[in-house]
């Protein structure tokens, strides 16, 4: 269990993806001030909303979303920042604007140029119970992550910080001192939920993209739940299953006993409720 997670600057990260070498790295990486740049703590909904920028950014490109013409392998790089090898930023520079970079990263990790800049980024938040029960099943189904036999064993590495990327609550108010800053757009999981289109239209507004009618829809189509499953073999391979799991609301009425839900209310009252990320979470009506 050990060997899986390594700690740089106070917080683990899984071995297999990620090294001390490219955080290094990172640190002076240029973010252009035209990249698009995606942040979401883990199983927050980071592949579905990279999808919808993906589909934007081909769209902005005057590409049509999905046809071969709006994907070449060869200007792919691996999206999620931190993840891959040192020499991934050298490459980066080879590649064409806009480019899409999605981060779990926090703030004062994230290389300086991205604030200087002023790059455009889409902060993406879920319901902490939630992600806890995504992140729960989704460490027993990827060997790159230590596996819990119990659920119990699994809240308590949550609430104690022994999680890949840190801890989710630390993470909300970090990112809540960003939260005002013109450059950074938040959006909730449970909004694009409840409301995809009128989600999508305010993404593409954000980053000062013109959609018609017909592309919106076709952007919504592609990105819902049954569609990004159904293509997963194509996205992820033989992981499809476990990126796409449930895709709804309060799965974690299913996990937490009155205990736990009580621990991280507390929790969540401590740390972020009376925020501006906090409130936009609207606890009481998910969490409750
Ligand atoms: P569940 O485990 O609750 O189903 P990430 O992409 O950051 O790893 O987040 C994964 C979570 O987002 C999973 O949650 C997954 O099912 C959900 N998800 C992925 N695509 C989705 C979509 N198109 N619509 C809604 N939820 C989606």
């Known amino acids: 269990r050990d060997e899986l997670l390594f700690s740089y600057k106070g917080i683990l990260y899984p071995t297999t993806v990620c090294s001390p070498e490219t955080f290094k790295a990172l640190e002076s990486f240029e973010v252009r001030r035209n990249d698009v740049i995606l942040a979401g703590y883990p199983k927050s909904g980071t592949n579905w909303l990279s999808q919808i920028l993906t589909d934007l950014i081909a769209i902005s490109q ?23 090898d040192a020499e991934k930023y050298e490459r980066m520079t080879k590649l064409p604007s806009p480019r899409l970079m999605v981060t779990h990263l926090r703030p004062e990790n994230l290389p300086k140029s991205i604030f200087q800049n002023k790059a455009k980024m889409l902060l993406l938040i879920r319901n902490p119970k939630d992600v806890a029960t995504s992140y729960y099943h989704f460490s027993n189904g990827l060997a790159l992550l230590p596996s819990y036999e119990t659920w119990d064993d699994f809240f308590t590495d949550f609430m104690t910080k022994k999680m890949a990327w840190g801890c989710y609550l630390e993470y909300l108010s970090e990112w809540n ?37 017909e592309q919106l829809q076709l952007v919504v189509e592609r990105s819902s739940f049954q569609s990004m499953k159904k293509n997963s073999d194509k996205t992820h391979g033989s992981f499809g299953n476990i990126f796409f799991r449930k895709g709804g609301v309060s799965d974690w009425k299913n996990l937490f006993n009155e205990d736990q839900s009580k621990r991280m209310d507390k929790a969540f009252e401590e740390h972020i409720a009376g925020t501006k990320l906090g409130k936009k979470l609207k606890y009481d009506l998910y969490c409750k």
């Open 62 to 84: 005057k590409k049509t979303p999905g046809s071969e013409s709006s994907v070449n392998a060869e200007e792919e790089e691996e999206p999620y920042l931190e993840i891959g």
């Open 177 to 213: 001192k960003y939260a005002d800053k013109e450059n950074i757009m938040t959006i909730t999981y449970e909004e694009v939920k409840e409301n995809p289109a009128l989600s999508v239209k305010n993404i593409a507004t954000f980053f000062g993209i013109p959609l018609t009618e």
